[in-house]
């Protein structure tokens, strides 16, 4: 899990839509086939650039640090820093923490889920049930 978010926001251009457009990034916890819990891991979140205070996140399209929106109104787009993330000119000076010891996970119960396994998910009210293979899911539509 901590692999596949770091490989999901290493490019610069998945940074740049996180912070324009938000994302989905909850850890959904499923005990016995069934939803337990959904944890939004955006306050979780923090990006560092050098020279620009830390952007962090109190929710999905809820960032703190940074406003975004102010760089329309600048002379000069390409010095912004929404074009130099977007374009991916910020190489070694980005760097992006998820400080995974605060996210409370409730202990998993039952049997652990094995590669090649393919399990039914219900989840909680208002979400879509899905069928989940061994592995990674993102569950996009």
């Known amino acids: 899990m901590q692999h596949d978010l ?3 926001l290493a490019p610069e251009i998945s940074l740049y ?3 324009w457009y938000g994302a989905r990034l909850t850890l ?3 005990q016995q086939g069934m939803q337990a819990d959904s944890i939004d891991r955006h ?4 990006i560092s650039i050098t020279g620009y ?5 109190t929710g999905p399209e809820e960032q703190v640090g940074y406003d975004f929106e ?8 390409i010095q912004t820093l929404s074009f130099r ?3 991916g000119e910020l190489g070694d000076s980005v760097s992006v923490t998820v400080h995974w010891d605060r996210i409370e996970v409730p202990p998993l119960r039952g049997e652990v889920a094995r590669e090649g396994d393919v399990v039914a998910l219900r989840p909680l009210p208002g979400h879509f049930e899905h069928t989940a293979g061994y592995g990674y899911q993102d569950f996009e539509l």
């Open 43 to 46: 306050p979780f979140l923090a």
């Open 85 to 87: 993330m977007f374009a």
């Open 17 to 19: 839509l996180l912070c």
């Open 70 to 77: 102010a760089d329309e109104k600048a002379e000069d787009e």
């Open 28 to 30: 959904d916890v499923y």
């Open 53 to 57: 205070p830390d952007i962090t996140f």
């Open 6 to 8: 770091a490989a999901e």
